[in-house]
C-alpha cells in the first residue's frame, strides 16, 4: 500500500522560502510519478509539478516555471519542491500525490488530480507579512 507523508509547510514572508518534503513509500516498482498540487481558499486543486521515478523527468506548471524546483532523493525515496520567491498568491495548501502506475511513454505527468491513486495528508503555507 503507497503511503505518502509530508513534511515542510509554514508561515513565510512574501519573497521567501519553503521546502516541501514528501516521503514515499509501498512502491513495488518504479513506474510512478509524485505529483505537487495546491488549492488555495475558494479554488479548486490545481497541479504544480511532478516527477517521474523512472527517468527523473520533471514537469510545472506554467505559473510556477522558474520559481518552484522539484527534485528527489532515491536513497531516502523523498521528493521535494524547493518554492522560492513566494507571494500571497502561493498560499494553499499543499498535497503530494502518486500516479502509481505511471508509463514514462506518457508524455508527462501533468494529469488530472483523478488520475493521481494516492494522497498526502496535506501541508498549508501561508505567505504573509
Known amino acids: 500500500q503507497v503511503q505518502l507523508v509530508e513534511s515542510g509547510g509554514g508561515l513565510v514572508q512574501p519573497g521567501g522560502s519553503l521546502r516541501l518534503s514528501c516521503a514515499a513509500s509501498?512502491?513495488?516498482?518504479?513506474?510512478?510519478?509524485i505529483g505537487w498540487f495546491r488549492q488555495a481558499p475558494g479554488k479548486e486543486r490545481e497541479g504544480v509539478s511532478c516527477?517521474?521515478?523512472?527517468?527523473?523527468?520533471?514537469y510545472y506548471a506554467d505559473s510556477v516555471k522558474g520559481q518552484f524546483t522539484i527534485s528527489e532523493d532515491n536513497a531516502k525515496n523523498t521528493v521535494y519542491l524547493q518554492m522560492n520567491n513566494l507571494k500571497p498568491e502561493d498560499t494553499a495548501v499543499y498535497y503530494c500525490?502518486?500516479?502509481?502506475?505511471?508509463?514514462?511513454?506518457?508524455?508527462?505527468?501533468?494529469?488530472?488530480?483523478?488520475?493521481?491513486?494516492?494522497w498526502g495528508q496535506g501541508n498549508k503555507v501561508t505567505v504573509s507579512s
Open positions: 516527477i517521474s521515478r523512472r527517468d527523473g523527468h520533471t
Open positions: 509501498g512502491f513495488t516498482s518504479d513506474y510512478y510519478a
Open positions: 500525490a502518486a500516479l502509481y502506475p505511471y508509463s514514462v511513454l506518457v508524455p508527462t505527468c501533468m494529469l488530472p488530480m483523478d488520475r493521481y491513486t494516492s
